[in-house]
C-alpha cells in the first residue's frame, strides 16, 4: 500500500497525558499537512511542512501543541496535558512537489483522538 | 476572510442525480477541489477544477464559475454506496497554502 498511513487509529487518553501520533506520508511527496476534524465540520488545517521545515502553524495550534518531521519523511504531532477539547480526528495529508501533474491532498485514514 | 458554504445535508433516490452547491469567497484562488467522506473515514479526493467549465469523471462531475465563486459536484446514477458526506476545499493561492474545507454536505441514498 502506498498512500499515506497513520498510527494509531484510535487514541483514548486520561485528561492531562500527553499523546504522540505518526504520520507516514506518500513516499515521493515532500508536503505534509495535519489538520483536525471534529463532527459536522470540514477538516482545519493545523501546520505543515515541506521536507523538514515547518513553514506555518495555524492559530487552532496551540503551545501544547507541537509538530516535528525530522528527516523529511514522516511526522509526529505531539499535544501535551490533552484536554477534552482535543477530542477529534487528526487527519494528516501529503502532497506531491511542486509542477507535478495532479497536484492535490492525499488523506491518511486519520487518527480519532477521544479524550476522558 | 475565508468563506466556503455548502448545504447541510441532502436526499435523493437510488438511480437518480443530485447535485451538491459550494459557493466561496477567499481571498485567493488556485483551485477548487471535491472530496468525499464516509463516516469515521478520511476524506478521500473526487475532482479538482482550476479553469471554468466541466471535468467530468465517470459518474462524479464538477463544475467551476470563478467570476460566480461557485462550483457544483454531480454525482450521477446515484448508488447506496453514495451514501457520505461531500466537502468543497479551495486553495486560496499557488503556493504551499492548506485547503480551507467547507463544513459538508452529508447526502443520504435512499431506496
Known amino acids: 500500500d502506498t498512500g499515506v498511513s497513520q498510527d494509531p487509529r484510535h487514541k483514548i487518553t486520561k485528561r492531562g497525558q500527553n499523546v504522540t501520533f505518526r504520520c507516514d506520508p506518500i513516499?515521493?511527496?515532500?508536503?505534509l499537512y495535519w489538520y483536525r476534524q471534529t463532527l459536522g465540520q470540514g477538516p482545519e488545517f493545523l501546520t505543515y511542512?515541506?521536507?523538514?521545515?515547518?513553514?506555518?502553524k495555524s492559530r487552532l495550534l496551540s503551545d501544547r501543541f507541537s509538530a516535528e518531521r525530522p528527516k523529511g519523511s514522516f511526522s509526529t504531532l505531539e499535544i501535551q496535558r490533552t484536554e477534552q477539547g482535543d477530542s477529534a480526528m487528526y487527519l494528516c495529508?501529503?502532497?506531491?512537489?511542486?509542477?507535478?501533474?495532479?497536484?492535490?491532498?492525499?488523506f491518511g485514514p486519520g487518527t480519532r483522538l477521544t479524550v476522558l | 476572510g475565508q468563506n466556503i458554504d455548502q448545504p447541510t445535508e441532502m436526499t435523493a433516490t437510488e438511480g437518480a442525480i443530485v447535485q451538491i452547491n459550494c459557493t466561496y469567497q477567499?481571498?485567493?484562488?488556485?483551485?477548487l477541489f471535491w472530496y468525499q467522506q464516509h463516516a469515521g473515514e478520511a476524506p478521500t479526493f473526487l475532482s479538482y477544477?482550476?479553469?471554468?467549465g466541466l471535468e467530468e469523471k465517470g459518474r462524479f462531475s464538477s463544475f467551476l464559475s470563478r467570476s460566480k465563486g461557485y462550483s457544483y459536484l454531480l454525482l450521477k446514477e446515484l448508488q447506496m454506496k453514495d451514501s457520505a458526506s461531500y466537502l468543497c476545499?479551495?486553495?486560496?493561492?499557488?503556493?504551499?497554502?492548506?485547503?480551507?474545507f467547507g463544513k459538508g454536505t452529508r447526502l443520504s441514498v435512499i431506496a
Open positions: 495529508a501529503s502532497r506531491p512537489r511542486q509542477g507535478a501533474v495532479t497536484d492535490t491532498q492525499y
Open positions: 513516499s515521493e511527496h515532500n508536503r
Open positions: 511542512f515541506q521536507n523538514e521545515a515547518q513553514l506555518e
Open positions: 477567499t481571498s485567493g484562488f488556485n483551485g
Open positions: 477544477n482550476v479553469l471554468d
Open positions: 476545499a479551495v486553495r486560496d493561492d499557488s503556493g504551499n497554502t492548506p485547503l480551507v
